[in-house]
């Protein structure tokens, strides 16, 4: 007997409510990986994480932002001085850019505030959806889902999205996952990914959600 849609997708919402049970005891403490101490560090340390580790963030804002103090600091850098600072993050050149120009708008348009909406957020240079929703979730507590290489990557195993698009995936996600979860199932998603699911080689074996998980079903069974 087939199954309509909406019971299709009904199914696929408990799976996740178990999924996020586990999660909440496994991964207590996910969080934000990235180090900050001030609003716009987390906006510059999350641009600068695209293509890059957490980890390899977090050693060259360790310096980075004790050269630069503040937006004003960015926003008055040298294009290629900055260039040097962050190389060791990849594609430099254009984060470089866009960093002093998301910090310039950010005193000429938001007195230097970092704005409280996903609008105006998406308004600054070089930030995208995924920056949008990590800032606009750990500074303001706004719920958003954050689509990076292991949420991506989960999402499609344990089978809550078949898009490849990041975009796309997270508006799956909106739709499976209760609102006021979005910011610590995605969290909890990195975690996971981090630490089980990874991508070379998943740990099905060992994993704690096997039971609502499609990619064990194909790969195991
Ligand atoms: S069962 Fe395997 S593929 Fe599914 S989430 Fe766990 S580790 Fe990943």
Not at 70 to 95: C, H, P
Not at 108 to 113: A, C, K, S, V
Not at 138 to 166: C, F, M, W
Request: glycine share 4%; aromatic share 8%; net charge positive.
């Amino acid at each position: 007997m087939s199954i309509s849609k909406r019971e299709k997708k009904g199914i696929i919402r408990e799976r996740v409510k178990k999924i996020i049970e586990v999660f909440d005891e496994s991964y207590k403490e996910a969080c934000c990986s990235l180090n900050y101490n001030k609003p716009h560090e987390l906006l510059i340390a999350t641009q600068l994480a695209a293509q890059c580790t957490d980890e390899r963030v977090n050693i060259v804002t360790k310096e980075l932002f004790t050269k630069y103090r503040t937006v004003q600091d960015f926003a008055n850098a040298s294009t290629k001085e900055l260039e040097g600072d962050i190389m060791s993050t990849g594609f430099y050149r254009n984060k470089s850019r866009n960093i002093i120009k998301c910090c310039q708008m950010l005193i000429n348009e938001f007195n230097g505030e970092i704005p409280d909406s996903l609008e105006n957020i998406l308004r600054l240079s070089g930030v995208g959806r995924k920056t949008a929703n990590v800032v606009l979730g750990e500074i303001y507590s706004i719920p958003g889902i954050v689509i990076d290489t292991h949420a991506k990557r989960l999402s499609q195993r344990i089978g809550l999205t078949r898009n490849t698009d990041p975009v796309k995936i997270e508006f799956d996600l909106m739709d499976l996952v209760p609102k006021s979860n979005w910011t610590s199932f995605s969290h909890q998603l990195v975690f996971h990914g981090r630490q089980v699911c990874k991508a070379r080689k998943p740990n099905c074996e060992e994993c704690m959600i096997i039971d609502y998980c499609n990619y064990s079903e194909k790969v195991i069974k």
